[in-house]
């Protein structure tokens, strides 16, 4: 049996109870559950970036076995207002990143790559986010809500782009509160509700 792409093992933070969970390559896994559930605290422990028991594995690969900064090289993170830390958006970029291209994909002028951060709408950001967070070498993305401000036309741009992204392999986990688009994107749903993650029925 080919091994998952994305293994948790007892991963458990703060109020969460421990996770047991597998993704495939090319698998989108939706995360549903109330405002408050911990939705986002589960991202951010596969991402390691806050305290955690249990671990992650990429590829067979472990969180625990290499440094935060190479475990980041593969998955990549998507909270749900994202930080910016240079001015410009094409300094968040690759000097060689193909960028009229990428804004394309997702329904984005060319003229943005030379914007300053501070004149994006919301939805700008959201979409720019996306685009910045798949890196060389990035297997896994962690979404959170990537969609959440987005109207009709550009969130079926995502949803498109997201299948692309899926069809090079990786695995997506979607956090959502729309249960249609769970249904468009997902081929499982995961329900997060008292601190505990169940599979929901197909």
């Keep these: 049996m080919e091994r998952p792409l994305l293994e948790l093992h007892g991963l458990r933070a703060l109020n969460l109870k421990p996770v047991d969970l597998s993704v495939a390559a090319g698998q989108c896994l939706a995360i549903m559950g109330d405002s408050g559930s911990g939705k986002s605290l589960l991202l951010r422990a596969i991402a390691d970036l806050d305290p955690h028991d249990g671990d992650a594995a990429v590829d ?5 076995s290499m440094p935060a900064t190479e475990w980041r090289r593969m998955v990549s ?9 240079a001015e410009r958006v094409r300094e968040h970029f690759a000097a060689d990143a193909d960028l009229p291209s990428m804004l394309a994909s997702l329904r984005l002028k ?7 951060v501070t004149q994006l709408s ?7 986010a996306l685009l910045r967070a798949l890196r ?12 959440s401000g987005l109207d009709e036309g550009s969130t079926a741009a995502v949803e498109a782009w997201l299948g692309k992204v899926l069809a090079r392999g990786l695995c997506v986990l979607l956090v959502t509160h729309s249960a249609a688009q769970a249904a468009r994107m997902a081929v499982r749903r995961v329900l997060l509700a008292d601190g505990a993650l169940w599979e929901a029925p197909p």
């Design 77 to 85: 993170y998507v909270p749900a207002e994202s930080g910016w830390w």
């Design 122 to 128: 919301t939805g700008e950001r959201q979409r720019l």
């Design 60 to 64: 067979g690969r472990w969180c625990r």
């Design 110 to 116: 060319a003229a943005l790559a030379e914007s300053a």
């Design 136 to 147: 060389p070498g990035v297997r896994v993305m962690l979404l959170d809500e990537p969609t």
